[in-house]
């Protein structure tokens, strides 16, 4: 199982950045897919998830329009579009992997990709 994450980097305050997750080795389609972050210091945060088959997305309240995850299952790929990024919404992100398998529940997580949001 692999969660790969890239796109992170320095931005400037207001700034856009769009993070990727390449998933393998497990059923992509049928996994729920989350980016979580975490700031120094901080506890590690939901930032935003989306279903199986896309339909239906959920976000902290801090990135509400202005944060949007999206899926490509012919892919096998996770992304999340920041814009209007600020200095807090700087932090390590992960992507997340949820589902079951044989009734048995699984996590799988990426290495983190750095988001740096200053000028």
């Known amino acids: 199982v692999q969660l790969v994450e890239s796109g992170g980097g320095l931005v400037q305050p207001g700034g856009s950045l769009r993070l990727s997750c390449a998933a393998s080795?497990?059923?992509?389609?049928?996994?729920?897919m989350s980016w979580y972050r975490q700031a120094p210091g901080k506890e590690r945060e939901l930032v935003a998830g989306i279903s199986s088959a896309g339909g239906s997305t959920n976000y902290a309240d801090s990135v509400k329009g202005r944060f949007t995850i999206s899926r490509d299952n012919a892919k096998n790929t996770v992304y999340l579009q920041m814009n209007s990024l600020k200095p807090e919404d700087t932090a390590v992100y992960y992507c997340?992997?949820?589902?079951?398998?044989?009734?048995?529940?699984?996590?799988?997580w990426g290495q983190g990709t750095q988001v740096t949001v200053s000028s």
């Open positions: 997340n992997a949820m589902g079951y398998r044989m009734a048995t529940r699984y996590d799988y």
């Open positions: 080795g497990f059923t992509f389609s049928r996994s729920g």
